[in-house]
């Protein structure tokens, strides 16, 4: 390839050197354009080497973080997980987490954890937690080396996190309150009040429809803590997808006791 070759197309009709995508520019190229990663507008800077496949949303897709990382920074010599826990106990949905480290030629490394499960992944991947986890973590490897301030597009979820925390959280203190545990016992007010005044109410179901239909348990009976446990583990996973709810159990009564 002649010189002529190798520049064409990179002179502007201003007369401006342009960067092509498919350039790898060093550290020192990037220093030498006047913006370094300590300004305010390095974000910017970065951000604008994206192409519009390598954006979800504004934010970058993990390709899109590669290619621009082997642009501004130079060539990956080696990219990869040094750390994998996968779901334990044969849970194939349980929690992954990854540990993933890059390495550029000129000798600078950086490395990220993430997880994923049930709780904070789509559920179309939630079968895939452990290599979500690591393209999670391998984004926000690459995030941390070029020193960006968003987040990749495959770090969210549609889920409320916050809600599927708060309600794992509340059920956690329920049952570290209770003493020893007998499911054959009957359910605790605790119990009770979660499952009929908190969750059924914020996602709108009928609670003896609830028992009723779903459980097969009639809350006019002794209701066991077991049951009560199976009750708030099948709400949790309403709210993890609401669309799992039956349309026949919709609709709160706040009468429900009686």
Same mark, same amino acid.
């Given at each position: 390839?002649?010189?002529?070759?190798?520049?064409?197309?990179?002179?502007?009709?201003?007369?401006?050197?342009?960067?092509?995508?498919?350039?790898? #520019?060093?550290?020192?190229?990037?220093?030498?354009?006047?913006?370094?990663?300590?300004?305010?507008?390095?974000?910017?800077? #970065?951000?604008?080497?994206?192409?519009?496949?390598?954006?979800?949303?504004?934010?970058?897709?993990?390709?899109?973080? &590669?290619?621009?990382?082997?642009?501004?920074?130079? &060539?990956? #010599?080696?990219?990869?997980?040094?750390?994998?826990?996968?779901?334990?106990?044969?849970?194939?949905?349980?929690? %992954?987490?990854?540990?993933?480290?890059?390495?550029?030629?000129?000798?600078?490394?950086?490395?990220?954890? %993430?997880?994923?499960?049930? +709780?904070?992944?789509?559920?179309?991947?939630?079968?895939?937690?452990?290599?979500?986890?690591?393209?999670?973590?391998?984004?926000?490897?690459?995030?941390?080396?070029? &020193?960006?301030?968003?987040?990749?597009?495959?770090?969210?979820?549609?889920?409320?996190?916050? %809600?599927?925390?708060?309600?794992?959280?509340?059920?956690?203190?329920?049952?570290?309150?209770?003493?020893?545990?007998?499911?054959?016992?009957?359910?605790?007010?605790?119990?009770?009040?979660?499952?009929?005044?908190?969750?059924?109410?914020?996602?709108? #179901?009928?609670?003896?429809?609830?028992?009723?239909?779903?459980?097969?348990?009639?809350?006019?009976?002794?209701?066991?803590? +077991?049951?009560?446990?199976?009750?708030?583990?099948?709400?949790?996973?309403?709210?993890?997808?609401?669309?799992?709810?039956?349309?026949?159990?919709? +609709?709160?009564?706040?009468?429900?006791?009686?």
């Amino acid at each position: 390839m002649s010189n002529d070759d190798l520049f064409e197309g990179l002179i502007g009709d201003d007369g401006e050197l342009s960067t092509p995508s498919n350039t790898e #520019v060093g550290t020192k190229d990037v220093i030498s354009t006047g913006v370094s990663p300590t300004d305010p507008e390095w974000n910017d800077y #970065v951000l604008g080497h994206f192409e519009k496949n390598e954006m979800f949303e504004k934010m970058p897709l993990c390709n899109g973080l &590669r290619r621009v990382a082997e642009l501004l920074m130079g &060539r990956i #010599v080696f990219s990869g997980p040094t750390q994998v826990f996968p779901p334990q106990g044969g849970n194939e949905i349980g929690r %992954a987490t990854v540990v993933w480290r890059i390495e550029f030629e000129d000798g600078s490394a950086f490395s990220d954890v %993430a997880d994923s499960w049930e +709780g904070n992944t789509d559920d179309t991947f939630c079968v895939y937690n452990t290599a979500t986890a690591a393209t999670r973590a391998e984004g926000r490897a690459l995030r941390k080396a070029l &020193r960006i301030r968003v987040v990749a597009a495959e770090e969210v979820t549609k889920k409320n996190t916050a %809600a599927i925390a708060k309600s794992i959280s509340l059920t956690k203190s329920i049952a570290s309150t209770e003493g020893e545990y007998n499911d054959s016992e009957r359910m605790t007010e605790k119990q009770e009040n979660f499952i009929g005044n908190i969750k059924c109410k914020q996602l709108n #179901v009928d609670v003896i429809k609830f028992f009723k239909e779903v459980l097969k348990v009639d809350i006019k009976k002794k209701v066991t803590k +077991g049951q009560a446990s199976d009750a708030i583990q099948k709400l949790n996973e309403y709210q993890a997808n609401k669309s799992l709810i039956p349309d026949s159990i919709t +609709g709160y009564d706040s009468d429900w006791r009686n």
